[in-house]
């Protein structure tokens, strides 16, 4: 019987390593969120305490051909509290360091906004879904899954300098009482240089997209540029974008009867603050983004939806990928012109633990 085992153990290891031979290389990554999170509504109701988590655990693959060529893509296999899981197309990396999303490639306005601070952890607090204003800086750079985004190598043309274009087309899919992205196209650039002991990195982009309302006639297009620079002196970093430009989206049965929207001459401006203190991180941030909604597409609105945003936070680094976090946030809102009370001003305390 011993024989027998040690027969049948040295086939599977055997089977398990020719399996193996051949296989990708694998990675895994992931996070868990959880906290506590306290609301006080501009509505007068009954202040909140509520638990926050979020999860999320992907795989990422990847090989390398003789000839030098890299291959990746990747699957995610949980994301809760986000709207589900997310599957990314497949990434040509070549010998030059240039890269090609080959599906589901995004939009390469969207790969070169500059990341502006905030608060800290998950500290969420919407406003009505009437108030149309975007507080995004990339709120416009729109993409179907048969697209394609480049991604230049580093130094291209010029030292400190990447470049990206991207083109998706149309999916096939019919627009009702929804209206779908029919094309897109965008264009990026980051250029990272230094003053002395400042290290500045400068983001801009460009985008338009194409819509399809009611299955046959397009309707006004998405479209818009962004630009902002964030400079890093030592353990400071400060940081500012501007984003303007037109929104087309679907509405809610609730706001407009499930009708699509548009919203005009939309701008959006950012600053924030963060300050490294050994394992300490202290963040501020200001948004403020309005522009004028319609539910008749190709028609600009006259009411202006605004919404202004003031957040802090504090992280510590307790251990090897677990990081305590406090967050504070202030949201007011304004719908059509007036002052509305879906804002309020929010906290968070929790922790996040990511390997």
């Known amino acids: 019987m011993k024989k027998e085992l040690l027969i049948a153990s040295a086939l599977v290891s055997t089977l398990g390593a020719a399996s193996v031979a ?17 609301k006080s509504l501009d509505t007068g109701a009954a202040d909140t305490i509520a638990q926050v988590t979020k ?26 509290g986000t709207g589900g899981t997310q599957t990314a197309g497949l990434t040509l990396t070549f010998t030059d360091g240039s890269k090609l999303d080959v599906i589901n490639g995004g939009n390469a306005a969207k790969s070169h906004d500059v990341s502006v601070p905030g608060g800290a952890g998950e500290n ?3 406003v009505t879904a009437s108030n149309r204003a975007q507080t995004g800086l990339d709120f416009f750079g729109e993409a179907t899954a048969i697209g394609v985004e480049w991604h230049s190598a580093a130094d291209f043309m010029a ?24 094309s897109s196209w965008g264009l990026g650039a980051t250029y990272v240089t230094s003053a002395g002991d400042t290290a500045v990195t400068i983001g801009a982009g460009i985008a338009e997209s194409e819509w399809k309302d009611t299955g046959t006639q397009p309707s006004s297009g998405s479209n818009g540029f ?27 049965a609730t706001t407009d009867g499930g009708n699509e929207y548009e919203v005009n001459d939309n701008a959006v401006s950012k600053v924030g603050v963060k300050y490294v203190a050994g394992d300490v991180t202290l963040s501020v941030g200001y ?18 939806d605004a919404t202004d945003i003031t957040e802090a936070g504090i992280s510590y680094a307790v251990a090897s990928g677990v990081t305590a976090n406090i967050g504070w946030k202030n949201v007011d809102s304004q719908d059509a ?3 509305e009370t879906s804002g309020g001003t929010a ?5 996040n633990m990511a390997f």
């Open 287 to 304: 948004t403020s983004g309005a522009g004028k909604d319609s539910i008749v597409l190709g028609t600009a609105g006259s009411d202006e």
């Open 226 to 252: 962004h630009i902002g620079f964030s400079a890093v002196t030592g353990d400071l970093t400060v940081a500012a974008g501007y984003a303007n430009g037109d929104k087309v989206g679907n509405g809610t």
């Open 347 to 351: 906290w968070y305390i929790g922790a």
């Open 55 to 80: 999860s999320n655990f992907s795989v990422s693959l990847s090989e390398t051909t003789d000839g030098g060529v890299g291959i990746a893509s990747s699957f995610m296999l949980a994301n809760e």
């Open 22 to 38: 051949n296989a990708v290389t694998a990675t895994m990554s992931g996070s868990h969120h959880t906290g506590l999170q306290g």
């Open 124 to 126: 969420n607090l919407s």
């Open 159 to 182: 030292d400190g300098l990447k470049i990206g274009a991207s083109f998706s087309a149309d999916t096939g899919a019919a627009a009702g009482a929804s209206v779908a992205l029919e």
């Open 337 to 339: 012109g007036s002052s």
